[in-house]
């Protein structure tokens, strides 16, 4: 491009991007239009790539494209292809962005729209997109091992067994809480639930047409497989509306806790092509088609945002999740700023498809700016909603009660002035019965985005129709990786328990795989269960230990980055990784150290397990306790949670001091240390 | 970015197109590049390229059907090294 044309336009990028963001700064005590918003992320979206990956690209890692990447060494036409970056960015696309971004940012609206926003938009640039990035290079590097094996390359054996205990422990959380998300929005919801299932025999179909009548004809089964979705969706409003077929889709939390622990244990063990395989791909069409179609909504809308910018619960009394600002909000907004997962994507088959070295600074920061962006739509769906109505969806029941008149009233006192009416009549826009304490993001979001699409197509008369499909596009792909993380879980734990003893670790050994099928599902079913039963709704324990977890894994990757440019000899550019590095450190061992000591019960698990225990000894009982047996069990619990939270902080502790120690070696050493895989292409190394 | 994915694909037969003829086989070259980046994204790799790279790399071997190609893709990235995100 001409260099004055370049110039210009990223002067007008920046521009458009300072006066966006003067609008959001300087339009304090009246509405900010939501346009402002997505703007001024898009702005900061361009300019970070342009400046900063590039810096990162040919300053700190020195990307070359002479070196040749997994796919050009391996070449095999089947697992290691070099493919089109634009191709391989859907892809990577695809793997990372799930239902994370969706939930934590509408979780965090309770703070305002402006916290959330800043931290998403500094998270991204400054850690999250660098992690993913930085991996992505690492693991073209060492011919696409995975995050573990790179770990235990780069930093030893124990450190690499250490990364999988929590990578395990992380995954089941998340099964977990993406289970308790769709339960939250499907109990007593006969119309999503309907539609949700009916995916269960679409997907059937689909995989034995791409098995057995058409094989191979993926395109074409997924066009039929959309079609039937769609019809599901048209027809689920007359079946939940029918005297006897509605009864049977309106189901309690504990039911479809349930129903989705048999669902998982069932689908995890049925053949891939069957159901996962057609399953994720309607979820990835889903997904892709939804997100565009939100982004085009929110600019020919133009909603204002009804939130505003921030509110009193900074302080930590918020209902949605309690806990200050400062650690909390950094943990509850994990997937859309930086989040540890994607370091396994980017070790994974991204990896082995990449064509060239440079292609990794589009796939890796550029994939992850796409995500970023999902969770600024995410959370601009929340607050377009009336804050009285997003708190009355996201506050547990022990705080707003079950009534619309109760919870009116105590909203109301809280500053959001709403009525009963409007309560009710949302919940009717939306072809549901009520609308009160569906926490979990899903809904919120769901509502948010029913009133913007609806605005920009159909009317108020399609906004039941954009909620359930809305519902049904995220359940949709919150199923899928229970399947599928169900599965990956299961070869984890058979792995280790392979250590102890061996035809258990043989994943072809039929009952070896079902008990780790059974384990898999019984550990995070436990979690869910606890989640679906718990006073305080779940949501506000769960997420917050995902959270945790989720955060430590990237400050677990970014740790290994920092290893891996110190034994690059790249130290003069190590504040790169480090200081992410040291902002997610810092966060989240005060998160998780504050979940389990606070005195706070509503945030300590130690204080609230004790409240509990203490109780039941004097043989008081506390609601929503019935029975003393509850009230034991609920201590429990919490005595759990602290002990799963503590495994997170010593983990990142102990991975800390080792890689401070291998840095402080490779820092002595004079020629580099890393283990890459050398430049100039062996003789007999083309597969 | 059409072009892009276009230049990835193994070249069509367009040698014998002319004239008016030119602009149904371009369309459906598309259509099909459509397809098959498609199938790339949710994670099925490109039939015909693989077909190319046995036929230039390993011309003795017997070939995958595209049954059974679709098939070793799916259990490959839904089996062992398939972590998830949330």
């Known amino acids: 491009m001409n260099k004055l044309a370049s110039f210009v336009t990223w002067l007008l990028i920046a521009i458009v991007g300072a006066f966006s963001f003067a609008a959001l700064a300087l339009g304090r005590g009246e509405t900010v239009n939501a346009v402002w918003l997505v703007t001024a992320a898009l702005s900061v979206y361009f300019i970070a790539y342009r400046f900063y990956s590039k810096y990162i690209a040919e300053r700190v890692l020195g990307l070359d494209d002479s070196r040749p990447t997994p796919a050009v060494r391996h070449n095999d036409g089947m ?3 070099p493919t089109n970056k634009w191709v391989l960015y859907g892809h990577h696309f695809a793997a990372i962005a799930g239902a994370g971004p969706l939930v934590g940012p509408v979780l965090a609206a309770q703070m305002g729209f402006l916290p959330g926003t800043l931290w998403i938009l500094a998270g991204v640039v ?3 997109a660098v992690q993913d990035f930085i991996v992505l290079f690492a693991s073209i590097r060492r011919d696409g091992k995975s995050l573990g094996e790179m770990i235990k390359i780069e930093l030893g054996p124990v450190p690499g067994s250490l990364a999988l205990v929590g990578v395990l422990a992380i995954m089941i ?6 289970s308790l998300v769709v339960v939250k929005a499907l ?16 997907a059937l179909l689909m995989g034995v047409y791409m098995r057995v009548i058409r094989p191979g004809r993926v395109g074409e089964a997924s066009a039929i497989g959309v079609v039937l979705l769609l019809a599901s969706l048209y027809f689920g409003r007359a079946v939940a509306a029918d005297p006897s077929w509605g009864p049977l889709f309106t189901l309690t939390g504990t039911q479809l806790a ?13 053949p891939v092509w069957l159901m996962l395989a057609p399953r994720d791909y309607l979820s990835t069409f889903l997904k892709i088609g939804t997100v565009v179609a939100l982004a085009i909504g929110i600019y020919v809308v133009a909603p ?11 302080d930590g009394t918020g209902p949605v999740f309690s806990g200050a600002l400062f650690p909390f909000l950094f943990i509850t907004i994990a997937c859309g700023a930086v989040s540890g997962f994607h370091s396994l994507i980017s070790s994974g088959t991204t990896p082995k498809m990449i064509e060239r070295e440079s292609h990794a600074r589009f796939i890796g920061f550029g994939g992850m700016l796409a995500e970023s962006f999902v969770a600024i739509m995410a959370l601009t769906a929340a607050c377009v909603l009336d804050p009285g109505i997003y708190f009355a969806m996201n506050a547990p029941a022990a705080a707003i009660g079950t009534t619309a008149a109760n919870a009116a009233q105590v909203i109301s006192n809280w500053g959001f002035t709403i009525t009963p009416d409007m309560i009710e009549q949302t919940a009717k826009d939306i072809g549901e019965t009520t609308i009160l304490s569906r926490a979990g993001g899903a809904p919120t979001l769901a509502v948010g985005m029913a009133q913007i699409l609806a605005q920009a197509l159909g009317g108020k008369a399609m906004e039941a129709f954009w909620y359930h499909f809305a519902i049904l596009f995220e359940a949709l792909f919150i199923l899928t990786a229970v399947d599928a993380g169900t599965r990956v879980g299961r070869f984890m734990i058979q792995d280790m328990l392979g250590h102890v003893y061996k035809p258990l670790g043989d994943t072809e050994f039929l009952p070896a795989n079902v008990a780790g099928t059974v384990l898999c599902v019984g550990l995070w079913g436990y979690f869910l269960y606890q989640g679906v039963v718990d006073p305080l709704g779940g949501i506000n324990t769960l997420w917050q230990l995902f959270g945790v977890g989720n955060q430590m894994l990237a400050g677990i990757a970014l740790l290994l980055c920092t290893s891996v440019l110190v034994k690059m000899k790249r130290e003069r550019y190590v504040w790169v990784t480090l200081v992410p590095t040291a902002w997610l450190l810092v966060t989240t061992l005060t998160a998780g150290i504050q979940k389990i000591f606070h005195p706070d019960p509503r945030i300590g698990f130690l204080s609230l397990a004790n409240r509990f225990s203490d109780a039941a000894a004097q043989g008081k009982l506390l609601a929503p306790a019935k029975t003393i047996e509850e009230m034991q069990r609920v201590a429990f619990n919490n005595y759990l949670d602290a002990v799963v939270c503590g495994v997170f902080v010593v983990l990142v502790v102990a991975m800390c001091i080792y890689a401070v120690k291998i840095c402080l070696q490779a820092l002595k050493q004079a020629q580099p240390t890393a283990h890459e895989i050398p430049p100039l292409m062996p003789e007999g190394a083309m597969a | 970015m059409k072009a892009r994915v276009r230049e990835n694909r193994v070249a069509p037969a367009a ?6 003829e030119a602009i149904k086989p371009r369309l459906r070259d598309r259509l099909d590049g459509v397809r098959r980046a498609y199938l790339q994204v949710i994670g099925i790799p490109d039939y015909e390229s693989y077909l190319a790279h046995m036929a230039e790399k390993h011309p003795t ?4 059907s595209r049954q059974e190609f679709c098939a070793r893709a799916i259990d490959r990235k839904y089996g062992k090294n398939g972590p998830r995100c949330c």
């Open chain 1, 79 to 81: 697992d290691y292809v």
């Open chain 1, 126 to 128: 400054v850690a999250g």
């Open chain 1, 173 to 178: 959380i998340i099964l977990a809480v993406l």
């Open chain 1, 187 to 202: 109990t007593a919801s006969p119309w999503g639930l309907f539609t949700i299932a009916a995916t269960i025999p679409i």
């Open chain 1, 258 to 270: 349930w129903a989705l622990i048999l669902y998982g244990a069932i689908a995890a063990s049925l």
């Open chain 1, 304 to 314: 204002p945002l009804a939130m505003p910018a921030t509110t009193r619960f900074i």
């Open chain 2, 15 to 20: 040698g014998g197109a002319t004239g008016g």
């Open chain 2, 61 to 64: 071997e017997k070939v995958l």
